[in-house]
T-cell receptor, first 117, second 115 residues
Framework: DAGVIQSPRHEVTEMGQEVTLRCKPISGHDYLFWYRQTMMRGLELLIYFNNNVPIDDSGMPEDRFSAKMPNASFSTLKIQPSEPRDSAVYFC???????????????FGPGTRLTVL | AQSVTQLDSQVPVFEEAPVELRCNYSSSVSVYLFWYVQYPNQGLQLLLKYLSGSTLVKGINGFEAEFNKSQTSFHLRKPSVHISDTAEYFCAVSPVTGTASKLTFGTGTRLQVTL
């Protein structure tokens, strides 16, 4: 399996521009997570989906952030308009619920490093 | 809600020396505990996990961790480190009930192994 795929790996944009980050989860996984990593705040869960439905978006910082999962193999995280404080590494992760196991290992993608000038 | 504290932001150690990375957590409910490792410019990968049973758990690359419920700790240890262990290590917790897949991470500990 190719693992979780994220694109682009690096994104540099100017303040005010729209940014779209993309994620392809591992085939067969039914949970998808978006995280943000910064030096100041560490790793933060932004939002997660189960079977393409957003379950918890309490970590989304503000209305400028939105996430979608139109099908089981694709998700986007959009920032509009972007600001310099959005500069961070954004990770996507996926997991698969199986049987009665109540914890499912999350598999992380390589991340997208976003720089907003 | 849960929180995770990793007191050491950086741990320098010589190759073949033992190492311990500390992790303490706070939670009003029972939790599962994890250690993840992040190599430079890569995503996180699971090192080991405690779900139930024996409090001493063994993971990949010779790492182990011990769950201490009374001290709410889950310290990571390795008896002899290698240069290739240089990475960022994250402790994380997940509630046993409810949204069991939702992880709360610590701020990370950078392990720097030198010759």
């Amino acid at each position: 399996d190719a693992g979780v795929i994220q694109s682009p790996r690096h994104e540099v944009t100017e303040m005010g521009q729209e940014v779209t980050l993309r994620c392809k989860p591992i085939s067969g996984h039914d949970y998808l997570f978006w995280y943000r990593q910064t030096m100041m705040r560490g790793l933060e869960l932004l939002i997660y989906f189960n079977n393409n439905v957003p379950i918890d978006d309490s970590g989304m910082p503000e209305d400028r952030f939105s996430a979608k999962m139109p099908n089981a193999s694709f998700s986007t995280l959009k920032i509009q308009p972007s600001e310099p404080r959005d500069s961070a590494v954004y990770f996507c992760a996926s997991s698969k619920r199986s049987g009665g196991i109540s914890y499912n290992e999350q598999f992380f993608g390589p991340g997208t490093r976003l720089t907003v000038l | 809600a849960q929180s995770v504290t990793q007191l050491d932001s950086q741990v320098p150690v010589f190759e073949e020396a033992p190492v311990e990375l500390r992790c303490n957590y706070s939670s009003s409910v029972s939790v599962y505990l994890f250690w993840y490792v992040q190599y430079p410019n890569q995503g996180l990968q699971l090192l080991l996990k405690y779900l139930s049973g024996s409090t001493l758990v063994k993971g990949i690359n010779g790492f182990e961790a011990e769950f201490n419920k009374s001290q709410t700790s889950f310290h990571l240890r390795k008896p002899s480190v290698h240069i290739s262990d240089t990475a960022e290590y994250f402790c994380a917790v997940s509630p046993v009930t409810g949204t069991a897949s939702k992880l709360t991470f610590g701020t990370g500990t950078r392990l720097q192994v030198t010759l």
